[in-house]
């Protein structure tokens, strides 16, 4: 795990995943940090997360999980709730980002959860599957509010416009795609890309949004506020 220079790239703090090392071919496969700015949370090595001090990346807490690879963290915006899903089991587990227990667990994927997001105002979160689908939770109760279909393979992440009136979602299908929040509804299909496209996030602001892809390129697409249906 490394912590770079937001202007320079410059390392400034580097440690083994959960302080120990990563088992043989154990990858971090993803990292978030808290919304307080301080910890970070890891997915991996293996079948742990981990809760990290960043000031100075010292495991703090690791994650319980029925995931026999993490793939994903998601922490919501009080910094109270942590997602994690993965390869081993189609459920998103829900964890104390205090103690790092089981709360709860979200269940509806058929395939491990590869992404996750936590809508801005925190009571709703997001999670895209290996199914090809994309579902919203509100997680206080572990409630499933809706299924949304239309990749046509692995969806890989996610993200809430900062309004969280939109959702976008990305595939190796090679395409982003817009969501209608809280409905649910698609309301674009962004091509472009010629390989999978592994991230996407919006402007500050939300007016655009950004993917790359493996085929080398950064794509930016505008991103219109979603219009009431017909």
């Avoid at 998601?74 to 942590?82: A, F, K, N, S, W």
């Avoid at 390869?87 to 790092?100: F, K």
């Avoid at 979160?125 to 299924?147: E, K």
């Avoid at 595939?171 to 409905?183: C, F, H, K």
Wanted: hydrophobic share 40%; aromatic share 6%; glycine share 14%.
């Amino acid at each position: 795990i490394e912590i770079r220079d937001a202007a320079t790239g410059e390392v400034l703090l580097a440690a083994p995943a959960g302080g120990g090392g990563s088992p043989a071919g154990g990858k971090v496969r993803n990292m978030v940090w808290s919304p307080d700015g301080r910890s970070v949370i890891s997915a991996g090595p293996g079948s742990s997360g981990w809760i990290h001090d960043a000031a100075t990346l010292e495991p703090l807490t690791r994650l319980d999980s029925h995931h026999r690879s993490i793939w994903t963290v998601g922490v919501d915006p009080l910094g109270e709730r942590i997602l994690t899903g993965g390869s081993g089991s189609p459920v998103v587990d829900v964890g104390s980002a205090g103690t790092g227990l089981l709360l709860d667990s979200l269940e509806g994927h058929t395939d491990g959860a590869l992404c996750s997001a936590f809508h801005p105002a925190g009571e709703v979160a997001a999670t895209g599957s290996a199914d090809n689908t994309v579902r919203l939770w509100r997680v206080a109760d572990a409630t499933p509010l809706a299924l949304l279909e239309g990749h046509t393979a692995r969806v890989i992440d996610l993200d809430f416009s900062p309004d969280g009136s939109r959702l976008a979602s990305c595939s190796y299908d090679r395409t982003v795609r817009l969501w209608s929040i809280p409905d649910g509804r698609e309301v674009a299909t962004l091509r472009g890309h010629r390989g999978f496209v592994r991230h996407v996030r919006f402007a500050p602001d939300g007016s655009f949004l950004a993917s790359i892809a493996t085929d080398g390129e950064v794509r930016i697409w505008d991103a219109p506020p979603v219009e009431a249906p017909d």
